[in-house]
């Protein structure tokens, strides 16, 4: 899994308000990623429903990589 940075590593890493307000323009949601956010896909890889999932990486950012 590709996990998007989450709010709570963000807050503790960039603290410069205009480079933070920067980065946060370039992700479609708007928003950091909570951790609430990311548990979907780590439930998913870690189930059975997951079996043949096999060679990719799953980008959970918000939409940043579509942009």
Do not use: C
């Not at 946060?24 to 950091?32: C, D, K, M, V």
């Amino acid at each position: 899994m590709l996990p998007a940075i989450s709010k709570r590593l963000i807050l503790r890493q960039l603290a410069d308000k205009s480079r933070n307000d920067e980065i946060l323009g370039r992700i479609p949601a708007g928003h950091w990623a909570e951790t609430y956010e990311l548990m979907g896909s780590v439930v998913f890889l870690a189930s059975n429903a997951s079996n043949y999932v096999n060679g990719h990486v799953l980008a959970v950012d918000g939409g940043y990589l579509v942009r």
